[in-house]
């Protein structure tokens, strides 16, 4: 089984900044993942809410700052929003990394475009994931050797009986760990390669011996 740090180490350190994915990765996670959203000037910056205020204290979305005025801003402990450019040269290779696309209709297709070109040569390390079957549709049309994550929070998505063939194209899903039951019931672990989010305390023993 392995282990993927959720938006780095942010248990300990400020989410989706460089320092959380350091210390994910001298702490020996097996992947990491993190948030895509494009900035005003078209740069791919790690961020997940639809918001800036939470994190930064500053009221706007991040798609109306370019990068650096975005850099300007304080994401926790005096860290910056890094952009993926920075993440793929402190991983390079050393762990697995999920790219999750936040949706933004305005954006979205832009975003896959230029995410696209940034991990074309790192595919054996750089996975992609949505909850928006529209941007994981597209990821698969620009590049078909991409591995794709299927996020689920629905227990209604994996009872649909035409779940695994609507997504046969992805590599993962990525399921709410409280949906854990369903997966089990439905068998879906010994078919597919699948990743519960966000685990916390959860005793996985059931679910490791089905294939977890």
């Known amino acids: 089984m392995k282990r993927i740090a959720h938006r780095g180490l942010s248990k300990e350190y400020p989410e989706n900044t460089l320092l959380s994915f350091q210390k994910a990765l001298e702490a020996g996670a097996d992947g990491v993942e993190t948030d895509l959203r494009l900035s005003l000037d078209e740069e791919v910056?790690?961020?997940?809410?639809?918001?800036?205020?939470?994190?930064?204290?500053?009221?706007?979305?991040?798609?109306?700052?370019?990068?650096?005025?975005?850099?300007?801003?304080?994401?926790?402990e005096g860290e910056a929003i890094p952009s993926l450019d920075e993440l793929l040269q402190l991983t390079q290779g050393k762990a697995t990394l999920i790219l999750e696309i936040k949706y933004?209709?305005?954006?979205?297709?832009?975003?896959?475009?230029?995410?696209?070109?940034?991990?074309?040569n790192k595919l054996d390390w750089v996975e992609v994931s949505c909850f928006e079957d529209k941007a994981l549709k597209y990821m698969h049309k620009l590049n078909p050797h991409v591995k794709l994550h299927k996020l689920i929070d629905k227990a209604s998505t994996l009872k649909d009986k035409d779940f695994e063939m609507l997504y046969a194209y992805v590599s993962y899903f990525d399921v709410d760990v409280k949906l854990r039951n369903i997966v089990l019931d439905q068998g879906i672990l010994q078919r597919h390669q699948v990743i519960f989010w966000t685990v916390e305390n959860e005793d996985l023993s059931k679910e490791k011996e089905a294939g977890l």
């Open 104 to 120: 933004n209709p305005s954006t979205c297709k832009r975003l896959c475009e230029i995410t696209i070109k940034l991990i074309e």
């Open 45 to 76: 910056i790690l961020f997940h809410d639809a918001n800036l205020k939470r994190i930064t204290g500053y009221d706007n979305i991040p798609e109306a700052l370019s990068l650096a005025q975005l850099k300007k801003l304080d994401a926790g």
